[in-house]
């Protein structure tokens, strides 16, 4: 809502106020004032001139020479308007003047004659184009203004433009005298407000029209003033300019005013062309389907049962609330206005809007809401501007179905409520006080008081929204800063977001970063790399804004492929993330996908850098699983991890394993497909991904304290010759099995395949370490567990020890 | 006659172990005078010649020349060990500044940081973290939070629906009212809510389809807009500065009445106005406001017994200001450059 400093000012007195310093009241009362902008800014030098003479140029076809009569001289001025004419007012451009742009106006000769100055057309005065009244020519006063005298204050180029942020809120604020109450309210200084007067003939407009609704539950008042005579012509220069100011184009009296009458009272109006109404019954009803209207803009509009349409009884003359008519639009060869002031349904209007995608001021305003009670008023004052300004004649009274006026809401509340949620300490004379500024009726009972609030105030319904009012005019930084009275309660972070929160230290200390990517991606993309893929589709969005961003991802693996596909491109192979998320899988016969945070990474290029200690080492299978078994350690749920080799699309056939806990696949870990990495033009990248959430959704084992040993442990290696198909987890199996509960600890330290085993078999090396708690183990004892590991190896796995 | 032999051995002692240039030498020293075949060995053995009155004063003399000899070469030995440490030293000596084996760590996010101290500060004021779901019913995102199917406020086309009913949250505000729900109707509520929302936009320099939000909520027995005016200072100090000021302006969200916006004095400038604050002094923050008694009311509260506050803040707008970052797709293209900056963060 564009507000004009000086149109406000006939309703309330802002002396003492700058534009400044009313933009800060008024921002901190609650609606902000998104900027204020000077129309005038930098224009320097501009006066009234009288165009005395218009002569043509000697050398130009299009040129003219005039003598204007700048009040103190008179000067010869070269202009190129087509409009321009002697006896004419007009701003001039003197001789040093600064123009729009900051353009300086100097002394010339256009093809021989000079020139002292330049009329201005409103555009070169810094009037936006769209919205200048005449857009090939110079501006030309229509009314007495003073030769020789500043012409910017003429123009309204004195003024300041605040641009109020209107929210649901301060709908009450799309409007002048919606601002005018609230200013008065901040500032505490009275409104003053004038009723329209209209002067009436005697014959009543009853007579000449009638009115039905058939959409009563949606149109609770529809109200229209007949008038004749009109004589369609320009409106008076200070409408025009106060539309400038408000950012709407003047076209004519007719319309003009209809305008200005709902930027002053919010109303919105509309104005037929009666002599093309087509008959004298207005009805309004719900349009057919598909019922067709053309309307204002020559759009042929296809309407629905849902919206309101306003007929003359067969056709369609108006979508209610949006846009008229085409056929009864109002021309310079109107004689006879039917002007509409109604009310209707605000959701109806926006879905109509909506839908036809025609949202207008007016329509903006049905659908914030209206003050019941002005509609009449507007009227009555349209009616009595079209009779001062478009020759009107008004005939009697209003043609209405409906109700006029509704009741003011009366809020009942104890006022201490207000202290009591706000924490201040205002004595109820304080808080009725400012109640009343607002305009506001008061009624104190004791410790209860009565508000009745205006039917303008449409947005205030409950005591709640009366603390606000009290609040925001007395202002919130006079409310003291406190600390909570209530309960005391403590906090700590569940233990899962604890351990959450420790395996991203982790990640990071082991070189990992943390990436945050997108949850909605490709299709194809959120259906890859999927720990439990069920083959359901993924969930997605109706309305997507990109093919980008169309699916719920199922991993975040895919996204970890574009982060290290961004890096390589700009020259950084060697990276390392992690991101932990959610991810969103289908439910059958759901809408709503499961949701499961998981803990995924990559890692490409080397995990020792190339430097001067020698060669650089690349990443393999082994990094990224070093990097999940630190984690389980870390997690102490190590004991119940397994792996298991398996394929997986997208994945190394050879190199990827299943991640399990208690035997449960949790997760996967290993090597890019080579295929995959070739397409994406990637080196050679190592994922993993683990449903973090399962696997700490109890928190941690707890802490299982163990006292220090006190005797020695005992030491021995075992190197196994094996063929080369079994595998180093059914070893690690078989010793432990038989370990009995002296064998604390296996260490694989070895692995040989060459020259000193068959081809097809390869020695592993391990460490096993023995101890028992109570005592020091004799050598026998451990010759005897060692020898049954020994034996057991060589049974189920076909093992010997290499000598 | 003994006894000049054994001065003359002494001296002779001396000069050997004072010319031995190695421990070998001076081990050959050590032999050669205190061996058991030495010359004062052959000294000791010749002493049953002497008179009784001699033996003795001998005697003490070859004991005294004995030690003397033992403590000079364990002298030299000393000596000599400490110069050839002193060469071993010196022949190990590196260039110190060659570069050491570093363990290259990763760098945490910059939001998982914002959010981190956020979470952290009101843990320590008493505030519980809580997470909901990112898919929600448009019940919770709007109709519980007083945003019924028609209003204005609302629009289809800024939310990501996956069905009529169902969408991807486009705040953190439905956390608020899964809590409340889950107290059935009993206060205290203290928690904050950090997650990912989505907004039907396009991504560009400010705007984000996905981006983070914390919001705050606290509901008791007469909870305060002076409460959350306190609380707010709080966090403005610890997160901006503790010399930050903040100042409320009334705003309107749909689930607070009243409603407030926060704005905290510039951190770039104090106030005096520069282009961080736009010339205001003030910086906008975040939003907040006395919990709307529909939305008590709808999740079980009675709003005659209980107020409360809530608060929304954007972690990604917080980090914007706070380190000048001009553009918010930085947060979600994960350059390794961008993340490293902010690894004390």
């Known amino acids: ?211 039905s609704v058939e959409a009563s539950d949606k149109v609770p008042y529809y109200g229209a003033r007949l008038m004749t005579g009109i004589e369609v012509a320009p409106s008076p220069r200070w409408i025009q300019l106060r539309l400038i100011a408000a950012g709407v184009r003047p076209i004519s009296n007719v319309v003009d005013i209809s305008n200005y009458v709902m930027l002053e009272y919010g109303q919105p109006l509309h104005t037929f062309d009666y002599d093309t109404f087509g008959s004298d019954h207005v009805l309004v009803r719900y349009a057919g389907e598909n019922e067709e209207i053309t309307t204002l803009d020559g759009q042929k509009r296809t309407l629905t049962p849902e919206d309101l349409l306003i007929t003359n009884g067969k056709k369609g003359v108006a979508v209610a609330g949006v846009m008229g008519g085409e056929n009864t639009e109002v021309s310079d060869a109107t004689k006879t206005v039917l002007l509409e002031a109604a009310i209707f349904d605000s959701l109806t209007v926006r879905k109509t809007a909506s839908r036809l995608q025609l949202r207008s001021e007016a329509s903006s305003r049905y659908e914030k809401g209206l003050d019941r009670n002005r509609v009449a008023l507007a009227a009555d004052r349209a009616a009595e501007l079209l009779s001062l300004y478009a020759h009107a004649t008004v005939l009697k009274g209003i043609v209405e179905s409906g109700d006029r006026t509704v009741p003011d809401q009366i809020i009942t509340m104890p006022w201490q409520k207000i202290n009591k949620v706000l924490g201040s300490d205002l004595t109820c004379e304080q808080i009725t006080g400012i109640l009343k500024r607002l305009n506001f009726a008061v009624d104190v009972e ?8 205006p039917t303008r105030r449409f947005d205030v319904t409950i005591p709640e929204d009366l603390v606000e009012e009290v609040g925001r005019v007395y202002g919130y930084n006079h409310i003291p800063a406190t600390l909570p009275e209530g309960t005391s309660s403590h906090a700590a972070l569940t233990p899962y977001q604890k351990i959450r929160r ?211 442990s005992t030491t021995r290696d075992i190197a196994l010759v094996v063929k080369r198909t079994v595998a180093a987890a059914d070893l690690y199996r078989v010793i432990r099995e038989n370990g009995s509960q002296l064998l604390k600890s296996v260490n694989l330290f070895d692995v040989y395949e060459g020259s000193h085993v068959a081809d097809d078999e390869k020695s592993m090396a391990f460490s096993l370490v023995y101890f028992d708690p109570e005592r020091t183990l004799t050598d026998d004892e451990v010759n005897a567990v060692h020898e049954k590991i020994v034996n057991a190896c060589a049974e189920q796995l076909g093992a010997e020890l290499r000598g | 006659m003994l006894k000049e032999k054994l001065l003359e051995l002494r001296e002779q002692a001396i000069e050997n172990i004072g010319s031995a240039d190695g421990l070998k030498a001076l081990q050959d020293v050590h032999v050669r005078f205190l061996g058991k075949k030495g010359p004062i060995t052959e000294v000791l053995k010749g002493m049953g010649k002497l008179s009784a009155e001699e033996r003795p004063v001998v005697g003490q003399l070859a004991n005294e020349v004995r030690k003397m000899i033992a403590a000079k070469i364990e002298e030299k030995k000393a000596d000599l060990e400490a110069k050839l440490l002193e060469m071993k030293l010196e022949s190990e000596k590196i260039d110190v500044t060659l570069p050491g084996r570093k363990t290259v760590t990763g760098n945490h996010h910059l939001l998982g940081s914002i959010i981190r101290e956020v979470e952290d500060l009101f843990i320590g004021l008493g ?124 705003s309107f969200f749909p689930f607070t009445e009243p409603s407030v916006e926060m704005d905290i004095s510039c951190f770039r400038c104090g106030g005096h106005g520069c282009n961080v604050c736009k010339g205001t002094g003030w910086i906008e923050i975040l939003g907040a406001g006395m919990v709307h008694p529909n939305v008590l009311r709808m999740s079980g509260f009675d709003p005659s017994e209980y107020t409360g506050f809530a608060f929304g803040m954007g972690p990604e707008r917080i980090a914007m200001l706070k380190y000048g970052i001009e553009d918010i797709r930085n947060f979600y293209t994960d350059d390794i450059r961008f993340l490293k900056q902010f690894n004390r963060a």
């Open chain 2, 127 to 250: 505030f519980s973290i809580e997470e909901g779901p990112e898919v929600e019913q448009d019940y919770y995102n709007f109709e519980a939070l007083n945003l019924p199917k028609d209003h204005p406020a609302r629009d289809m086309q800024d939310s990501f629906y996956i069905t009529d009913e169902i969408l991807m949250r486009t705040h953190t505000s439905p956390v608020q009212a899964h809590t409340l729900e889950k107290h059935k109707g009993v206060g205290p509520v203290k928690v904050i809510c950090p997650g990912k929302v989505y907004r039907r936009d396009n991504d560009d320099a400010t705007h984000s389809h996905q981006f983070m939000q914390i919001e705050g909520l606290y509901v008791d027995h007469n909870v305060r807009l002076s409460d959350l005016k306190g609380i707010l200072t709080v966090f403005a100090k610890h997160m901006f500065g503790a010399d930050r000021e903040i100042r409320l302006r009334p």
């Open chain 1, 1 to 211: 809502m564009l507000v004009s400093y000086k149109w406000l000012q006939d309703y309330v007195d802002l002396q003492g106020f700058s534009p400044e310093e009313l933009a800060e009241r008024i921002t901190n009362a609650g609606i902000e004032v998104e900027h204020i902008s000077y129309p005038g800014k930098g224009l320097k030098g501009i006066v009234i001139g009288k165009v005395l003479t218009c002569e043509p140029h000697p050398d130009s076809d299009h040129l003219h020479v005039c003598q204007v009569d700048l009040g103190s001289e008179t000067v010869q001025i070269v202009c190129g308007a087509p409009n321009v004419a002697a006896g004419q007012k007009v701003p001039v451009a003197t001789n040093g003047a600064r123009i729009a742009g900051n353009v300086k106006i100097r002394r010339s000769k256009f093809r021989g004659v000079e020139s002292n100055g330049m009329l201005c057309a409103l555009s070169e005065l810094g009037v936006d184009k769209s919205l200048a009244p005449y857009e090939d020519g110079i501006y030309v006063f229509d009314d007495e203004v003073p030769v020789g005298e500043d012409a910017l204050p003429y123009l309204n180029l004195d003024d300041a433009i605040l641009d109020l942020d209107i929210l649901v809120s301060s709908a009450h604020c799309m409007n002048m005298i919606g601002v005018a109450y609230e200013v008065s309210a901040i500032l505490d200084r009275p409104i003053q407000l004038k009723t329209p007067v209209v002067n009436e003939l005697d014959q009543a407009a009853d007579e000449k029209v009638s009115i």
């Open chain 1, 446 to 453: 004791n410790d209860v008081m009565h508000v009745t609030v």
């Open chain 1, 502 to 712: 420790r395996t991203e230290v982790l990640m990071e200390s082991i070189g990992l970063s943390q990436v945050y990517t997108y949850s909605l991606t490709e299709k194809e993309s959120a259906s890859s790399y999927v720990v439990h893929d069920k083959g359901l589709e993924p969930t997605q969005v109706i309305w997507p804004m990109s093919e980008e961003h169309a699916a719920l991802r199922q991993s975040i693996v895919p996204q970890l492929i574009n982060v290290v596909q961004y890096h390589l491109n700009r020259q950084m192979p060697d990276v390392k993330f992690y991101e932990i998320g959610k991810v969103f899988l289908p439910v059958d016969g759901e809408a709503r996908p499961a949701e499961e945070e998981h803990l995924a990474g990559v890692i490409s290029g080397h995990r020792k850098e190339r430097n001067w200690e020698g060669e650089p080492l690349a990443v393999d299978f082994f990094s990224v699983k070093g990097i999940l078994e630190t984690l389980f350690d870390t997690l102490a749920v190590s004991d119940r991890i397994d792996y298991r080799a398996s394929r997986r699309t997208g994945m190394h056939p050879g190199q990827t394993a299943d991640v399990l806990l208690d035997g449960e696949v949790i997760g996967y870990l290993g090597a890019l497909h080579p295929k995959v990495q070739k397409d994406s033009g990637l080196n050679e990248s190592f994922v993993f991904e683990v449903a973090i959430e399962s696997l700490l959704r109890n928190g941690e084992a707890a802490i299982d304290y163990h006292v220090l040993p006190r005797f020695p």
